[in-house]
């Protein structure tokens, strides 16, 4: 899976968790520039990206993205290639 | 030495002035100097305490961060943490403990073994706790655990560690500064800036504003009505509850716009606090906006790691972690079931608030914005006022004696002294206006930062003289220190 398709399906996962239609991610989105995305629906978010892909993230990596393009490393690192 | 006082007018002069003669190389000592007087001016012995603490966690941070086996890394870590926190235990909560053991132990007793006789509690101690004890170990355990999560490299220069520590604007009640924001600030080169000056004197004005003329104006009448409860009629009761919700804000975030100014006027950036919490619309984002230096804490180190180990349980993972989270930080704000109850129920608001989000943001488009703000905000300052009432209150039998008059309790407003009412609610009128124009109408006009220079330095002088001859000087010390 290319990093696009990733993008894709985070967006899909992002509108559906936080109720809304107006999420457009780019690799540089932060938690900042998405209303919504808190410390309380983080979790939810990660548990939903984790179900998606089937892979599970350690606690260390839940804690270390800064934007959404570092997320998207991080799932692809976890795919089967 | 509290920061209304001449002499840390006078202590504040002297350790800016010479800071800036200094060259750079020395500055840091005479920070590090300059806190550690603060320091003494408490209980000088205490500075022991502290002097531990700053040795075992630069040590142990060297470890962490220098060690290739991580099970000696964890070791040095569980040490150093754990001292931190047996420290802040033993000195806040010690009495809370043997005093709950033996009332328990009296209970059993007396209940099983139908024993008339009591023991008492031969453990208490009677000591104050040091000086920002909270403040500073909160401070090392977050450097400790940023150290361990690999996501900062340990200090390796133990006068540098300890001047962060020991950074006098914040000593008594934070900001809950980072580390690896306020160390590489220590280091680099600051020149004297005009900018710094200015920024960090206009803070220090409107924080010394909230504090003289409007925290300790309101706190006249809130100490008149709400520890005598019992002898006011509801409508006093919250016409006290009301001035104490804006009583803590002006007061705390006074004593916070003066520490960050501080801090400004000697070249630093630390942590804000506060970032309008009263204009919030729920409950939820007046935590992002209260108290932010220990808020971001409790969520980075606390909240965090519980909500995601426990992720497995969906939903209930948030319940579990805002729960957790917001009993402990009550119970951090000391030893009482009061503070627990206060927590308890951020914690439970913040849950209903998770699981409707979606049914309320429906509601939220079908009523137009501006009706959709004030309720919010009317919510908010409501369910935080009610929450305060536990806050304040000594036990729990005072907040619900409060809670019911407030309700049954007829009778005219206590007035003795209309004078007091009067300045309370200019004050509450002029902040509240401050904060909407700042929040709502930044662009639109500014006198604080009016180009003009005539306007500009009309406006300090005005609240200067408002401080003078309306301000409060013998309203004591901040809220926060006791904590």
Sequence with gaps: MDGNEILKQLNEIFNEELDTDDIKLNNRTTANDVDGWDSLSHIQLVVAIEKRFKIRFTAKEIQSWNNIGELIDCINNKLPV | ?483
């Design chain 2, 1 to 483: 030495m509290i920061f209304t006082s001449i002499f840390f007018a006078l202590f504040f002069l002297i350790v800016a002035v010479f800071y800036y003669a200094l060259p750079h190389k020395f500055r840091w000592l005479w920070i590090l100097a300059s806190g550690i007087f603060f320091y003494l001016q408490s209980k000088p012995t205490y500075l022991l305490i502290v002097t531990f603490i700053i040795l075992i966690t630069w040590y142990a941070g060297l470890q962490i961060g220098n060690t290739t086996s991580s099970k000696k890394g964890w070791r040095f870590y569980f040490l150093a943490i754990i001292a931190n926190i047996g420290i802040l235990v033993f000195f806040k909560y010690t009495n809370f403990f043997t005093s709950s053991a033996v009332d328990f132990i009296n209970f059993i007793r007396q209940k099983i073994f139908s024993s008339t006789e009591t023991i008492t509690n031969s453990l208490l101690i009677n000591v104050i706790a040091p000086l920002g004890i909270s403040y500073i170990t909160f401070q090392a355990i977050g450097y400790l655990i940023e150290i361990k999560r690999g996501n900062h490299a340990a200090e390796k220069n133990l006068g540098h560690f300890a001047t962060f520590l020991l950074f006098f604007p914040k000593i008594t009640a934070g900001p809950v500064e980072r580390a690896h924001n306020f160390l590489p600030q220590l280091k680099k080169v600051k020149p004297f800036e005009y900018n710094n000056i200015s920024c960090g004197l206009k803070q220090i004005l409107w924080g010394l504003f909230k504090k003289l003329v409007i925290a300790d104006r309101l706190f006249i009448y809130v100490s008149a009505v709400l520890p005598n409860a019992e002898h006011h009629s509801g409508i006093s009761l919250i016409i006290a509850v009301v001035f104490y919700v804006f009583q803590m804000y002006a007061d705390f975030s006074g004593y916070s716009d003066m520490a960050i100014g501080f801090a400004k006027v000697l070249g630093f950036d630390v942590m804000s606090n506060f970032n309008r919490p009263l204009l919030a619309k729920s409950v939820t984002e007046f935590w992002r906006k209260w108290h932010i230096s220990l808020s971001t804490w409790f969520a980075d180190y606390f909240y965090t790691p519980i909500a995601i180990a426990k992720r497995d349980w969906g939903m209930w993972s948030v319940v579990y972690a805002s729960f957790t989270t917001f009993i402990v930080l009550g119970f951090w704000h000391g030893a009482y079931w009061t503070f627990i109850v206060f927590g308890g129920l951020q914690g439970f608001i913040l849950t209903i608030e998770f699981f409707t989000r979606k049914a309320r943001k429906n509601i939220r488009k079908k009523i137009p914005a501006f009706l959709n703000g004030l309720i919010g905000i009317t919510f908010t300052f409501s369910y935080f006022a009610f929450s305060l009432i536990f806050f304040r209150a000594n036990y729990l039998t005072d907040a619900f004696t409060i809670i019911k008059r407030i309700f049954t309790a007829n009778g005219p407003i206590y007035m003795e002294n209309p004078s007091i009412i009067v300045f309370s609610l200019l004050g509450i009128s002029f902040l509240t206006l401050v904060e909407v124009k700042r929040e709502y109408f930044n662009n639109l006009f500014t006198l604080y930062d009016n180009k003009n220079w005539l306007i500009r330095n009309c406006y300090y002088c005005l609240l200067l003289i408002i401080i003078l001859t309306a301000g409060v000087f013998d309203g004591g010390e901040f809220i926060y220190f006791q904590f």
